[in-house]
């Protein structure tokens, strides 16, 4: 079992930035893929980004593509979330996510195993 821990968020004003970590116990990111979803009151969880174990490879959701920027450190077993020039509609909870996979080609909640219990992002004007 895969326990997950994000941290980083908070409160930011509209076109600030902040970064997201997400840290692994129990087993590492080695042979894992990861990613990161968000979610609104009353909304399904979305996709955000995610980034392979494989080659590295990284997918983005149309919403922020140019915006967030997602990476890992294997050494610390940590992956992390860059978001830039971030807006109101980002006002959510982020979610870190994983497998035991080598592509992090996957874009839906029921195609990962282990998730985090949510970091709150909050953007003001």
């Known amino acids: 079992q895969v326990q997950l821990v994000e941290s980083g968020g908070g409160l930011v004003q509209a076109g600030g930035s902040l970064r997201l970590s997400c840290a692994a116990s129990?087993?590492?990111?080695?042979?894992?893929?990861a990613g990161w979803f968000r979610q609104a009151p009353g909304k399904e969880r979305e996709f955000v980004a995610s980034?392979?174990?494989?080659?590295?490879?990284?997918y983005y959701a149309d919403s922020v593509k140019g915006r967030f920027t997602i990476s890992r450190d294997d050494a610390k077993n940590t992956v992390y979330l860059q978001m830039n020039n971030l807006k109101p509609e980002g006002t959510t909870v982020y979610y870190c996510?994983?497998?035991?996979?080598?592509?992090?080609?996957?874009?839906?909640?029921?195609?990962?195993?282990?998730w985090g219990q949510g970091t709150q992002v909050t953007v003001y004007s």
């Open positions: 980034i392979s174990w494989s080659d590295g490879s990284t």
């Open positions: 129990g087993r590492t990111f080695r042979g894992y893929s």
């Open positions: 996510t994983s497998r035991w996979s080598a592509s992090g080609r996957s874009y839906t909640v029921s195609e990962y195993e282990y």
